[in-house]
């Protein structure tokens, strides 16, 4: 246990998405025990042990749609007559041989949202600092060095140049996949500036992407004011959008003909082929049961 928390400590160090899985409750007989905890990656990959084959399929399947998600949740694996009507519970029915049942607690664990400011300015040395507070992961960028910094696609970015370079570090900011590209600047500079980029080639496309002027509307404000009702907005559309996006693995499955759990197919051990077609199971035994009758399990 105390290995797979400190992987997750450097895995939320290093920015990485992941799920932190625990079980909560178990029933035995059952591999699982009660604190047993694994990670799930996005790639569907699991570190450390939950339980066994009929379960760690479901528990990869739900861990890659909280990181969709970034929302929590409790899995109840157990028999169909147990599942209860809980409202809160993902309740998956487990048809396997040992008759077991666990409950898993599911906790996505995001990227902190990542932010640079362009610029000396005021504004963008305190928008630095607010988002800081936040649990951001913010920093300055005087002059832009957008290619080195490594800007990801979640990524918000702020030129706050005061007129010193914006055209030069708008179109920098332009060209990287950052989600957001705002500008600090009244209305007619910020036309302006759209304007001068457009001569300057910059395709429409990438236009339409400069929120100008950035931030909340809150008329003539100091410097650090304009640094709020910038992270204001940000903060809204993060709010309203959803954590950032976590591309997460499409993993093929299959489900065992004779119990009906989900089979992770590139990690199954027991497959049948029968009548052209192959056959997955979570167990030896449901492959034994389908290999002594399959005509029992198929349907037309």
Known sequence: M?????????????????????????????SSRA??????????????????ACAEPTVVREALAALQDGRPRLLFLGPADELGTRADVVRVPMACESEGAMEVFLEPVMPAPRLVAIGGSPAAGTLVRLADA????????????????????ADFVIVATQGHYDEEALEAALATPAAYVGLVASRKRADAVRAHLRDRGV????????HAPAGLDLGPVEPDEIAVAILAELVARRAAGGPAQVEVA????ATDPVCGMTVAVAAARHTLEHGGSTYYFCAAGCRSRFAADPAAYLFD
């Open 35 to 52: 604190g047993g905890k694994a990670l799930i990656s996005a790639s569907g990959s699991v570190s450390g042990w939950l339980g066994g």
């Open 2 to 30: 105390t290995a797979v928390l400190a992987e997750a400590a450097a895995r939320r160090e290093c920015g990485e998405p992941f799920v932190l899985a625990t079980v909560v409750w178990r029933r035995g007989p059952s």
């Open 134 to 153: 936040l649990g951001w992961h913010a920093w300055l960028d005087d002059p832009p060095g957008l290619a080195a910094a490594g800007i990801r696609a």
């Open 250 to 253: 499409e993993l093929e499955e």
């Open 203 to 210: 395709p429409e496309e990438a236009l339409t992407r400069l």
